[in-house]
């Protein structure tokens, strides 16, 4: 049998073996727990400060009891958790700080393979970003979903309820005392968003990619069968050691492209592109924006907010994923999984217990509702829009723009009474890019101006370089590339410039001459940046432009090489 990596660490009967075991004995670990054995690390992002990985502590305990059947030795390590709702400016800043900490974890331990328990927004791409960066046997575990919220005997969705309350507070059409009851009603248990936001967005994906086991991202955080699955994934993980079976070897481009059919029939979030590509970038798999248009024909089939009506709990008692992927397995893609099959191991016998929750493919929740390319000269490099929560008529526009400079701009003037915008006003939104901000936040579905609020205006067309959260809904375009700061066409707009947008030929045009294009950008400078130091400066200095998945640009690719210097 081929030598464990492990025992690189552990196996060796001189003073460095020694130190190893000596000091991993002190846990009250015994002799034989280092006969060979797979080692099986338990990366574990839980934190108090990232309420949706709350309950990842007790979850690790289900993976060691599996990884302890199956004759494997679980230890299990922290890495940094990124609180999507507590980190300011934004998590996004620091996804691929979390990918560079798996990342050097796992190479610098010796272990075999890796169990990913993760689940909140960033915590899912960052740990798979770092993990296939160094291509051990690895499996995610995601926290799962929160139980649905509840106020005045109604269901309510995380953020996507958030979005509509505050417009009805500044409309006058919700008290503040009923908005402050809501937020007690709304997040009633441990896990992530239970809208099909972003969390729960990339733990669909990670299993339409087979990256994990089947059912895993539907299961409600506080169900007994999410345990049952950490057991099950913790003893799959030790086989896939002994199978040798790594993350190059089920992202490939086939488990993208199912990926992305998967988020357009599940109404996805528009940040898994830019993830997307990222984990992309680690494995070498040549993706581009232009992929993302093999899902524009796919339709919605899941009636979930913020796209639909329905939360994850009810996602997951109609069938959850592998419902979605029985549906379309007309369009999937041969492609292996954790499990060392096709991906239609994964889907096989999938039944639908609810309709009206998951769409038969023949009626569903909307048609051809897949995420939209849009390129034109004021997005070079593309942006994207999501027709499944967007106002169709929006879709097709032209018109004015009102310009905010920066975020600071927005909030102070979008409650300007004497704001001169109307319902048809293309709003637009600067400095939020990767760069410009820094870190790309979820500002892009810009506030509605309040005095159209109280007109009755819940919808207007949203042009930024910024992201939105995956629970928001609206015409809001994003992730414009290059971005404002990069000096993209976007820094050059004026209020009073016509814009148009055509989502059925992908365009979105800034209507200005050329030559009075050249004349803005000979007096355009950048802003100075936010931050001059530490990580965020390293990060705006390296960070990719959102097409290319805003990694940071030295740390694209990977790197499998053992490293064999000791550290005594």
């Known amino acids: 049998m081929t030598k464990r990596r492990s025992q690189h660490w552990y196996g060796k009967l001189d003073k460095d073996g020694f130190i190893h075991r000596s000091w991993m004995k002190n846990q009250g670990f015994p002799d034989h727990a280092f006969d060979g054995r797979p080692i099986i690390g338990i990366c574990n992002t839980w934190s108090e400060l990232t309420p949706c990985n709350s309950g990842l502590r007790d979850l690790a305990e289900g993976v060691k009891r599996g990884v302890w059947e199956a004759g494997g030795f679980p230890v299990e390590f922290p890495v940094m958790s990124l609180g999507e709702t507590q980190m300011k400016p934004t998590a996004m800043l620091f996804r691929n700080l979390l990918a560079m900490d798996v990342e050097e974890s796992i190479r610098a331990y010796g272990i075999d393979g890796v169990v990913l ?5 960033k915590t899912t791409p960052g740990q798979l970003m770092g993990a296939a960066s160094v291509d051990l046997p690895s499996i995610v575990v995601s926290s799962g979903p929160m139980l649905n919220g509840k106020y005045r005997g109604q269901d309510i969705g995380s953020g996507t309820d958030v979005w509509k309350f505050s417009e009805a507070v500044r409309a006058g059409e919700m008290t503040l005392q009923d908005f402050m009851n809501a937020e007690s009603g709304m997040s009633r248990s441990a896990g992530v968003c239970m809208t099909m936001g972003t969390a729960s967005t990339m733990a669909s994906l990670v299993e339409a990619m087979g990256m994990s086991l089947p059912t895993n991202a539907a ?49 996805g979030s528009t940040n898994a592109v830019v993830h997307l590509l990222a984990l992309a970038g680690r494995v070498g798999v040549d993706l581009t924006l232009k992929d993302f248009e093999i899902g524009s024909d796919i339709p919605l089939l899941v009636n979930c907010m913020p796209s639909g009506k329905y939360l994850m709990e009810d996602f997951c008692y109609a069938g959850g994923v ?21 991906i239609s191991a994964h889907y096989e016998g999938a039944e639908c217990f609810n309709t009206d929750v ?27 829009v999501k027709p499944s929560a967007a106002t169709d008529e929006l879709l097709e526009t032209e018109a004015e723009a009102y310009v905010f400079e920066n975020i ?37 579905n810009m506030p509605i101006p309040a005095k159209l609020v109280k007109e009755g205006v819940r919808d ?19 992730h414009v590339s290059p971005e404002a700061q990069a ?67 030295f740390l694209v690719g990977k790197d499998t090489r053992l490293v064999t210097r000791e550290s005594h």
């Not at 051809?368 to 997005?379: F, P, Q």
Request: glycine residues 8%.
């Open 460 to 478: 207007m067309i949203r042009i930024s370089d910024a992201r939105m959260s995956g629970t928001a809904y609206g015409t809001v375009i994003l």
């Open 117 to 121: 328990l993760g689940g909140c927004d």
């Open 358 to 384: 998951i769409r038969p493919f023949n009626d569903p929740v909307k048609p051809a509702a897949g995420l939209r390319v849009l390129r034109g000269n004021l997005a070079p490099n593309g942006a994207i």
């Open 219 to 267: 299961l409600p955080a506080v169900d007994a069968r999410r345990m049952a699955l950490a057991h099950l994934t913790g003893k799959r993980i030790v086989e896939m050691v002994d199978e040798d079976l790594k993350p190059s070897d089920i992202l490939t481009k086939e488990a993208f492209e199912n990926a992305i059919l998967a988020n357009a029939a599940v109404g």
């Open 322 to 342: 592998p419902v979605v992927l029985n549906e379309l397995k007309p369009f999937l893609r041969p492609a292996k999984t954790v499990l060392n099959k096709d």
């Open 408 to 444: 600071e701009d927005l909030k102070a003037n979008i409650d300007r009474d004497d704001l001169p915008v109307t319902p048809q006003t293309i709003l637009v939104l600067k400095g939020c890019g990767p760069k410009g901000y820094p870190g790309m936040p979820e500002v892009g």
């Open 487 to 553: 000096g993209g066409t976007l820094a050059l707009v004026k209020t009073g410039d016509r814009i148009r947008v055509s989502a059925s030929k992908g365009e979105l045009e800034l209507l200005v001459d050329q030559k009075e294009l050249d004349a803005r950008r000979a007096t355009w400078q950048p802003d100075a940046p936010h931050y001059t130091r530490g990580y965020a400066k390293l990060y705006i200095d390296h960070v990719l432009q959102a097409d290319q998945g805003a990694d940071l640009d």
